[in-house]
């Protein structure tokens, strides 16, 4: 049978365990519909009780720009080098090994307009037994990724037909800003480099999680 959108809730739910939290990794080329899926998922499971699923994304370990600019990367935004990979594991550690925190856990956050990390920006209350990130790199094997990958209980991978990917993501990058042919080329150049990055990583996810399965994902990373 088709896998669908309240299999995927049910998945989500039974990794919960009693004494520390889950963390579920949603990973994908860019425009998959990662961002998307975490959301619903989030906002379904939490429903209209106390908040028990927090949404972490990876985007707030982008690097800055100014950064960017130092290390001569900031054409190549969005690769598995522009981004703090071993601070975004650290974080993914102790979100997924505290059992007795009675502390919010802040986390930075993307701010899609500037196209820059926000520090402290996403709380994640004592109360939220399951965590769900999503990111391109998730199963990258190249260090320090690996770090990251190990701190998740399952990682689902996002798959959408390549058309609708890519626009998708065009429209993103325009919705935010860009030029329509500034977009087109962003995409197939810069982003398409690292969504094939990613596909190859397909092979490693727990699950693949089809775009039937997210009827109603727009367009998001």
Known sequence: MPLTFDDLLRRATALVRP????????????????TT?????????NGD???????VPMDGFHL????????????RKGAPDTFDAAGYAALLRRLHEDE???????????????EQPVAGSIPV??????????GNYLLLDDAPWPRVRSHLDEVWFCELDEPERVRRLIARHEE???????????????????????????????LVVPGTAMPTVEART
């Open 64 to 75: 800055a720009d100014v950064e960017l600019d130092r290390l001569g990367r900031r054409n």
């Open 176 to 206: 935010f800003g860009k030029e329509h042919n500034v977009a087109v080329d962003w995409v197939l150049g810069t982003d398409q480099r690292n969504a094939d990055l990613v596909a190859r990583t397909r092979v490693r996810a727990d």
């Open 125 to 134: 209350p004592p109360t939220a037994r399951l965590v769900v990130t999503e």
């Open 37 to 45: 899926l975490a959301e619903r998922l989030t906002r379904t499971l």
């Open 100 to 114: 007795d925190d009675h502390d919010i856990v802040y986390a930075p956050g993307f701010e899609r307009t500037l």
């Open 49 to 55: 009780g106390d908040p028990w699923v927090a949404h």
């Open 19 to 34: 004494g520390r939290r889950a963390v579920l990794g949603i990973a994908g080329s860019p425009g998959a519909g990662k």
